[in-house]
């Protein structure tokens, strides 16, 4: 380094030293967006439900059985104060059952406009995230049942993750009258 006493050159010296020693910036990599959802089981299928259609996952609580109403109507649960109608979906679908087992079994709460419900499912399968570009509208094999509850489904690893649209089961009069 030259002895300079100029402040202008000795910080022009810097920059050139900098700039020699300095790393380039990391390499620019395709970000992929991701639809992301809560993963349920139910009749030994895969669904997953929008992140923003399910408030709470419970374990089934205790609830008070209700006369007079239809067999998938489980009851009413005192959450926190608030009455939440317990239901079973397998029941509502008529789906069989997978198994004799309750202890796996959870409550995804869902609250749209006026209905705050929980729904049983036979158990949770934690986030699952998706890329957006996966997705596909028709979702053949699903049970007939199902059909006006899917609005899709995402493939990943040889398995089909059906998308459960829960907008859909609360517009459904037959899941509001619940009296038998």
Do not use: C
């Not at 679908?93 to 004799?100: A, C, D, G, I, N």
């Amino acid at each position: 380094m030259s002895i300079t006493t100029d402040p202008f050159a000795v910080l022009a010296e810097i920059e050139a030293k900098s700039k020699a020693l300095a790393e380039g910036l990391p390499a620019q990599e395709d970000v992929i967006e991701l639809w992301n959802g809560i993963g349920f089981s139910l009749a030994g299928l895969h669904f997953v439900a929008a992140m923003g259609e399910v408030v709470e996952i419970l374990p089934v609580p205790r609830f008070t059985q209700i006369p007079g109403v239809k067999t998938w109507m489980q009851g009413v649960a005192n959450v926190r104060g608030r009455l939440l109608p317990i239901m079973d979906l397998t029941s509502f679908f008529e789906l069989p059952q997978q198994t004799r087992s309750t202890r796996n079994r959870r409550v995804l709460v869902i609250e749209q406009g006026d209905v705050f419900s929980g729904l049983i499912v036979d158990g949770v399968l934690g986030m699952q995230y998706f890329p957006v570009d996966s997705f596909q509208k028709d979702a053949p094999d699903i049970p007939e049942v199902l059909r006006p509850y899917v609005s899709g489904f995402y493939a990943r690893s040889n398995e089909r993750w059906i998308v459960f649209d829960t907008t859909s089961l609360v517009a459904d009069s037959n899941f509001i009258n619940v009296a038998q």
